[in-house]
């Protein structure tokens, strides 16, 4: 059983509602990451800005940067979070479902992580790394592997 927490960004940079726009996308540029979770003042999330939200909202509408507040372009309603001790499998669904690329991990009203889609693939990634192929599939190609797997393969390996 893998723990949001094991999995999650815990250095997370974030901005404030008051922050322009100009500035949060220097944050987001000078951590190469594509999001910041927005927190006020005691640390409590209030929302999640992306690289997407500053060109739809701000540049798309041809609006000065430096004359606009993240807390306007925020998304502030319907924030998904999750725990960091909620499992990996629960993050990665709820991600899927709501398709959502990353999800901040709070522990009361306090953020103290951050997991993105790629978190969840890495480790997911070195899970089948380390599993064994099961006994008669080395060999095979993947799709012979995919046949088999369905029952439309012979039991034996080419030779």
């Known amino acids: 059983m893998l723990l949001v927490r094991n999995v999650m960004t815990q250095d997370v940079k974030t901005v404030s509602p008051e922050m322009d726009a100009f500035d949060a996308a220097g944050v987001m540029r000078s951590h190469d990451v594509g999001s910041a979770p927005v927190v006020d003042g005691d640390g409590h999330l209030v929302g999640i800005v992306t690289d997407r939200d500053l060109v739809i909202r701000v540049l798309g ?11 306007d372009v925020a998304t502030r309603r319907s924030i ?39 978190d969840i693939l890495r480790v997911r990634s070195e899970q089948l790394e380390h599993e064994r192929p099961q006994p008669g599939w080395q060999g095979l190609s993947f799709d012979a592997r995919r046949r088999r797997a369905r029952g439309n393969a012979p039991s034996t390996p080419p030779a």
């Open 61 to 71: 509408d041809r609006t000065d940067p430096t004359k606009v507040r993240v807390g």
């Open 80 to 118: 998904f979070t999750i725990s960091p001790d909620a499992q990996v499998s629960e993050a990665r669904a709820l991600m899927a479902t709501e398709r959502i690329r990353r999800l901040p991990v709070v522990k009361g009203e306090q953020l103290v992580g951050i997991v993105s889609r790629s």
